[in-house]
């Protein structure tokens, strides 16, 4: 098949088999992610309803609650921990800071309620490992929301390395920017607490794309890591990476060059380079996202403009527990990426190659 | 300044001081860059004239002889160092394998000619570092030939950022790669050979753009390096590095991802990112180079495609011997380069971080 023939077809969900059916979520943790992107995307959705809001106070929660017209109850973290209105919600979508993530994981599963939780997965490789001993104990599937696997133009590129258009990927570049302290002036927020977000900020909460992104295109893991990182900035004084530069070694033998940095302008790329073409994905990483095919027979570009991210992540997951289907992104998916993550900070601070 | 007015001027040759003067260049070392880039490049030049030709054979120097109208002697690189016709020329041209540079840039220095010596410098830094001396000694000028100092569009980049039109620079990509085997079937070429290549071939003939690129934009200097590098292909058996990753620090806190191949896609670009901006230089080192700048004032795009580069490159070493200025690109700007990548080879060695 000849690469336009990719380009034009429309942007379809290939992973959508249920047209039917509805899965009820509690969202545990009402930051300006879950306010701003999550709840519109889930009102749009095909098979997903609010109906349980959860944060750390009443008020907050019955804040967001006025803006939901399926709520059947807001709560506080405690009250959802405790069990309450569990016949009122079927799954729970965690967007608490990572350090939170086990705890709430661990009482979704508990009361028997599917996860989605939002990346990285913990603040550590260690609580990572209990969630997944929480969900696999209590049989509830667990899904990591790497947003950029139901992304279309991902999974378009995704399909064009399968299909050897760009030949043997070699080399790939990944870049992840944004200015944390101008989208929220305060410094004393939790991406930047150690105890809340776990081995630091940009490679966690931003480094993560290049490196899960890529390892969702090449079909490949990570096997080895090598970094350099620093902090300069007095809001940055307790995490070790205001910026970092790190390289990975997947298991097909393509490396990746990725930076990374929370005090920087707002710049999201990833390349990819093989033997017979290149793609681009940029912006790659906030929302629109651009791809570019370029091989012998010509350059080839597009934007899915019509699909939100978030809607996708959405139901996707809810069409695979409405199938009783595997997730892609379970638990021992995003805990390879909290290895890599550990691996990159002890390569920096160690001035070493890691293998995994 | 707002950043439409560096788009909106002419592009200009900020460096030229001379109009009047000619430098006669004897061309050593006759392969495919020098007769289809260097020659038509001489020809158009303000300041420049070739009078000579040297090569490995007479008749291959004939032959080369045949299309300069202005040649006064072709003849053998034993010619040349015995110093046959040193009358007819005031300069060099070096563009033989990098482990030949030293013998032939002594030879110059011996005859009292200025040397503008291809990029890497040699094979070794032991052997950089005896051309230093040998042009020292001898009171000749040495300039190694990075043609993107003189590219309009990266001596813009290099303003815009000088200038803080992208805020502090943060964080480097550079991506050099070329399908070298396509470009020239023989598998058995010096750029694949050790001991005419020297360290590697991918890093110190296509990495080098990006790893002094950058420099140059930043004016900043490399302090640290990290890499990962492998060869699968049998043609690069006995190098090290079909393709390399690598890292560089420089001394403003920057630092770079690298991806650098010979058996991948015609791909090239150079990325930096600020506080406030970020630059693309892409195609970055293959000619036509373009640069786009955004910033919170909006996105600028140009492409300087009247500007040759080795033209530009070659006017300008003229100009600055014409007016006895030194020149930027010296001896030791490229020995820095050389132990850099001395450096990234043995980082990757040792799967350590080196420092410079």
Known sequence: MDLQKYFDAP???DWQTMNDGTVRFALV???WWTTDFVIPAVADSDLCTVTVAVSGSADKAEHVASDVDTLKAAMTYDEFVDGAATESYDAVYIATPNSR??????????????????????????DAEAMIDACDDAGVTLMVAYRMHTEPMVRLARRV???????????????NAQPLLEMNGDLDQWRLDPDLTGY???????GIYPLNTARFVLDAD??????????????FADVPDERATFAVRYDDGTYAACGTSQNAFDTTSLDIVGTNGNLTLKPAFHMETTLTVTTDDGTYESTAESADQMEEEFDYFANQLLAGE??????????LDMRAIAAIHD??????????
């Open 161 to 175: 390395v399968a299909d050897g258009h760009i030949g043997d990927p070699r080399l790939v570049q990944g870049m």
């Open 326 to 335: 595997k997730v892609y992104a379970d638990g021992r998916h995003g805990l």
């Open 101 to 126: 993530h086990r705890e709430y994981a661990e009482a979704a599963a508990r009361h028997g309620k599917a996860v989605l939780c939002e990346k990285p997965m913990e603040a550590t490789v260690e």
């Open 222 to 235: 990570p096997v080895a890591v090598q970094s350099m990182m620093i902090s300069k900035h007095e809001a």
């Open 29 to 31: 943790g009402l930051g």
């Open 200 to 206: 630091g900020t940009s490679v966690m909460d931003l």
């Open 347 to 356: 390569a920096a601070d160690r001035g070493e190659t890691i293998r995994l």
């Open 11 to 13: 942007v379809s969900r």
